[in-house]
């Protein structure tokens, strides 16, 4: 028998997140950010469920062919455009469309032999500083894109940094809107935490107004259901659904008495007499190893918290308040580390994230391969 861990992917659960995504930006196409194999989810699995989105945006091209591979005949984007010539190749074949950052991918272009022009995305760096055409070299990539006959359409775009903090994303969108605002093309500006956050405003430019939700929207993380500002707003909040449960069982338990230690280290001593379960969850599942103790974990759905350090394949667990809501606990019981848990117990990602000092995006991404993993309608 397998280990009792393993992850559920609900696809009802992104098939409505991606709703609550367009419901944000109704006048906007949607994006479905399906990277890093759709963050962990899988990109085969995520499919049928994300199929209404009007485009897949992923950066591999390997991901872009398996995305094409499953029939899929809309649009693709690459979001870091292409990474050598030969990539342009596969943008041809694959009809693919790719963001342009720098002049080196503009050089590729134009020695680039096709007869289908490609769709760009010219990015500009807008604050972020991380890829894209800062403000004023922005036009002039413009103007040389739009001279090669290798370029059918050119979009804008730009990516905020603080879109899900304090900063937010005026001055970045401002510097967006004023240097493309008499350039013609489509538009796109908004992650998750922006779309959801401040899809109903407009910037102003000279020339009137720019919604930021704009032509396309890119959410990711949304989709998988983890909330992009954690902690300030939680799932609840935003009305998203966990895309991902992980769970697995006890398969030992231990009474301890006081001044007893726990796992590597000694990192937990208990205090009091106590009986704690071990989990088939460890560092090697892709469960968090600096998670500390009193990281939220679900037990039989009841809300408890681990002790000790997260050694490979265990971590242990707290099974007190078990006790004290009555609740039989042993061998075999089922333990929530993430999703939905049983009696309608739910944890979201971004909890334990944040206990762990990430984000819901890390764990997602980081499920182990030997995590078995199956998908539910
Ligand atoms: C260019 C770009 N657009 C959209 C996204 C999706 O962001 P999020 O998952 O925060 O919605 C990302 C993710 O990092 C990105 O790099």
Request: aromatic share 6%; proline share 6%.
């Amino acid at each position: 028998m397998p280990r009792p861990i393993h992850a559920i992917i609900h696809l009802d659960a992104l098939r409505r997140n991606l709703a609550r995504a367009r419901a944000a930006a109704p006048d906007a196409r949607v994006w479905a950010v399906v990277k890093a194999n759709a963050y962990g989810h899988g990109i085969e699995r995520v499919f049928e469920a994300l199929r209404g989105a009007d485009g897949f945006a992923l950066l591999d091209l390997a991901e872009a062919e398996r995305v094409r591979a499953m029939g899929w005949r809309g649009p693709i984007l690459l979001l870091e455009g292409v990474f050598e010539a030969r990539d342009l190749e596969l943008c041809s074949r694959l009809n693919l469309w790719h963001v342009v950052h720098c002049e080196q991918q503009i050089d590729m272009l134009a020695l680039h032999k096709t007869h289908q022009p490609h769709r760009v995305f010219l990015k500009m760096n807008s604050g972020m500083n991380r890829l894209g055409f800062i403000p004023h070299r922005f036009r002039a990539a413009w103007t040389r894109l739009n001279a090669l006959p290798q370029v059918d359409e050119i979009s804008l775009m730009t990516h905020f940094s603080d879109a899900d903090g304090e900063r937010g994303i005026a001055a970045q969108a401002a510097t967006f809107a004023v240097v493309t605002q008499d350039l013609p093309g489509e538009r796109s500006l908004s992650n998750s935490a922006a779309t959801l956050r401040f899809a109903g405003e407009s910037i102003r430019n000279g020339q009137g107004c720019l919604p930021v939700s704009a032509d396309w929207i890119r959410p990711g993380i949304a989709l998988y259901g983890s909330a992009p500002d954690f902690p300030e707003h939680d799932i609840t909040h935003w009305d998203l659904q966990p895309a991902m449960t992980l769970s697995s069982r006890i398969i030992g338990t231990q009474e301890l008495v006081a001044g007893d230690c726990v796992g590597y280290g000694s990192g937990f001593q208990a205090s009091a007499p106590m009986r704690i379960g071990v989990v088939a969850c460890g560092y090697a599942d892709g469960y968090p190893r600096v998670a500390p103790t009193g990281t939220p974990v679900l037990v039989n759905g009841v809300r408890t918290r681990t002790v000790g350090r997260v050694s490979m394949d265990m971590i242990t667990v707290d099974l007190g308040p078990l006790q004290q809501a009555g609740v039989d606990v042993g061998f075999g019981s089922e333990v929530t580390l993430w999703g939905h848990g049983p009696r309608g117990g739910l944890l979201s990602i971004d909890e334990v994230a944040h206990a762990a000092g990430t984000v819901g995006y890390e764990l997602m991404c980081a499920l182990a391969p030997r995590v078995g993993v199956m998908a539910a309608p």
